[in-house]
């Protein structure tokens, strides 16, 4: 008799604890926190300011290194690689949105979406195409030329997506997305989540406060006393 499949996972964070030292206090930020992300899933932490959802996102990501337990990516240890590992990682697996857009105000759209391809090496016809399709996903290849000050809030968000999606990584970490776009945006931010995890296969881990647009996600976490639970557990009484 076959031994029964395994579910297959992009991320694994086991009983991860991380704690700083503000002043004379310790503030335990992370207190056995376990979840998993599968390949091609859209997962939502939600949480107030404060309760550990950036931490989370640092420490999957290596800029940040637990005080016990573990991150797997890819069944590989994060916190045991090196910072050349790290540094392949962050450029070729995983890309980032955060919430203040971080483009490059003297270049275009096309330019910013580029530069990852840049710093990684990629052949210029490998980088335009690339950056085309990219720009194209997102709904912005009418404003490839424009800089950032020419595009509104959300299609400047809509160009960090583009940039985090060039070089193809398994995994988007998105840290407080729509925290400077209206209501609107949010939504349309959030569901071109949902439409790049449907077709792309992508999977995205999102940390917000935004309890309205959590019937996107596949999957929604809280927060709480610095361990996660299935948001459904306690809804309604989530505040944000």
Do not use: C, W
């Not at 991380?18 to 599968?38: D, F, I, K, P, Q």
């Not at 790049?196 to 940390?207: C, E, N, T």
């Amino acid at each position: 008799m076959s031994s029964p499949t395994r579910i297959q996972r992009l991320v694994a964070v086991v009983d991860l604890h991380r704690s700083y030292r503000v002043g004379s206090e310790e503030v335990r930020a992370l207190r056995g926190m376990n979840m998993v992300v599968r390949p091609g899933e859209f997962v939502a932490v939600v949480g107030r300011s404060g309760s550990g959802k950036t931490t989370l996102l640092n420490l999957v990501a290596g800029l940040d290194r637990p005080d016990a337990g573990q991150v797997l990516f890819q069944e590989q240890d994060v916190s045991r690689m090196t910072e050349a590992q790290l540094t392949d990682l962050r450029r070729h697996k995983i890309g980032f949105v955060f919430q203040s857009f971080g483009l490059l105000p003297l270049l275009s759209a096309f330019e910013n979406v580029e530069l990852p391809m840049r710093i990684t090496g990629a052949r210029p016809a490998d980088r335009r195409g690339r950056a085309a399709e990219a720009l194209d996903m997102v709904g912005l290849s009418s404003r490839a030329s424009h800089r950032p000050y020419e595009l509104s809030g959300g299609e400047q968000q809509r160009v960090a997506i583009a940039r985090a999606i060039v070089n193809r990584p398994p995994l988007i970490l998105a840290d407080e997305p729509t925290g400077e776009l209206d209501s609107t945006n949010a939504r349309a931010i959030f569901g071109l989540f949902k439409q790049m995890v449907k077709d792309q296969g992508i999977s995205v881990l999102a940390a917000t406060h935004d309890s309205t647009l959590l019937a996107m996600a596949d999957r929604v976490m809280e927060v709480h006393d610095g361990s996660l639970i299935d948001y459904v557990e306690r809804k309604g009484r989530f505040r944000s």
